[in-house]
């Protein structure tokens, strides 16, 4: 079976440029994570979507950051404009409704220069 | 947020050896999960723990939820090279979906041959 995928896995860009960041849940999953993880802060929750709804986006730092869900299979993640502190991997995970494990894709790996 | 103390922060253990990590909060949980991070992957779930007192393996690893609702451990047994890794636990207070999972900081696991 297919997991979580991302894409990019590495994304390498200028300080200023937009950054769009790429994922497939696993099919029949109805809840969609986008988390950040740097080795200060570790994993964090950036935004939470059920049924492809945005529920809770209160993780999100600044509004250069937006995300969507136009149907069941994909998610975007943006950042625009993109800063050096913005460098981070970016993962991806989903769920069934009702469960509480989460599958992870393996990330995208985002340096911004 | 909930905050979960994770220890040991690292760990250099010789092949062969056990491991002992484990996951502290002063909030009760209603679930505790254990993930594994290889290095350029996403965390990959474990093990899942559900009722207190519970103690559930899957071959050389055992965890057990804290009979307190307020703490959690991973044992490994006889380490090889291939548990080296990020080992997280995440726990959820409420009963309901993945989107209230809190996750510790990590233990860093390098098995030396």
Redesign the interface.
């Known amino acids: 079976d297919a997991g ?1 995928i991302q894409s990019p896995r590495h994304e390498v860009t200028e300080m200023g440029q937009e950054v769009t960041l790429r994922c497939k849940p696993i099919s029949g999953h109805n ?1 969609l ?1 986008w988390y950040r993880q740097t080795m200060m802060r ?2 964090e ?1 950036l935004i ?1 979507f ?1 049924n492809n709804v945005p ?2 986006d209160s993780g999100m730092p600044e509004d250069r950051f937006s995300a969507k869900m136009p149907n069941a299979s994909f998610s975007t993640l943006k950042i625009q404009p993109s800063e050096p502190r913005d460098s981070a991997v970016y ?1 991806c ?1 989903s ?1 069934w ?11 995208t ?1 985002l340096s911004v220069l | 947020g909930q905050q979960l103390n994770q220890s040991p922060q690292s760990m250099f253990i010789q092949e062969g050896e056990d491991v002992s990590m484990n996951c502290t909060s002063s909030s009760i949980f209603n ?1 505790w ?1 254990w ?1 594994k991070q290889d290095p ?6 474990l093990i ?1 723990l ?1 009722k207190a007192g519970e103690l559930t393996s899957n071959g050389r690893l055992t965890a057990q939820f804290g009979i307190t609702r307020k703490d959690s451990f991973l044992n490994i047994s006889a380490s090889i090279p291939s548990d080296v890794g990020i080992y ?1 636990c ?1 726990g ?1 207070q409420f009963s ?4 209230q ?1 809190t ?4 233990t860093q696991l390098t098995v030396l041959p």
């Open positions: 979580v809840s994570f570790g994993l929750l939470y059920n529920i809770d993962f995970a769920s409704d009702r469960s509480k494990v989460l599958f992870f894709g393996s990330g790996q | 679930t999960l993930y350029g992957e996403g965390p990959v779930l899942a559900y997280f995440a959820q309901g979906s993945a989107r999972l996750f510790g900081s990590g």
